[in-house]
């Protein structure tokens, strides 16, 4: 008789995660479900019980994804996480495999990626889309410490995005639960580490690196 595979989902919204479990239904025969809709739920179900893999949304409302992850890997080290996400894949893939994740695999694909990336996690091993090893053998060739923006804390890189996507500091410390003061902080780390002087300039840098997609309609402003 086989065993259950017991999976978590972890994403705020409802109709993706009935999305997730359609799909997987159809692959793996004998699963087990649950699901957790905020990152406090989601903690607590990974203390209370064991899982085969979970699958964790990177834009987790409040405590994002990448603090959601480094605490999921301090609570179950060996427990494997597979990464979901709408961004693309230079914005967060090598900084999440870095912190432990099993996988990285788009939303958008997440139907043959993803079970692949499950099928790799309870083999022990990662799955690796064709267009990151890309992004990870450029890096490799170059043989650089790479851009400025690799230094930042994944603190620093989330507040970035946000502001680089037009939000001010005040929406940025919203979204984190943060304060304004500690988001201002945030701000001038990432100005002095980065050498950029204002909002636009980080508007500007992000997008020439894919940290986002596309500038804000008021990318000029000063900040």
Known sequence: M???LKLLIVDDHYF???????????HFADIL???????????????????????LDISMPGR??????????SIKPKMPIIILSMHEEEQFAIRVL??????????????QELVKAIEAALRGGKYITPLIAQILATHLEKNVEGPVHETLT??????????????TVKEVGYELSLSVKTISTYRT???VKTGLRNNAQIMRYA???????????NENSNG
């Open 2 to 4: 086989k065993r259950l």
């Open 16 to 26: 993706v995660r009935q999305g997730l479990k359609s799909v997987l239904g159809e």
């Open 33 to 55: 479900f649950d699901e957790a809709s905020s990152a406090n739920e989601a903690l607590e179900k990974v203390s209370q019980s064991d899982w085969d893999v979970v699958l």
């Open 64 to 73: 994002g994804g990448l603090d959601v992850l480094k605490e999921f890997r």
């Open 98 to 111: 870095k912190l432990g994740a099993s996988s990285y695999v788009r939303k958008d694909s997440a139907g």
């Open 154 to 167: 994944d603190r620093e890189y989330q507040v970035m995005r946000l502001i680089a996507s037009g939000k």
């Open 189 to 191: 780390r990432i100005l």
């Open 207 to 217: 997008l020439q690196y894919g940290i986002v997609n596309v500038l804000p309609d």
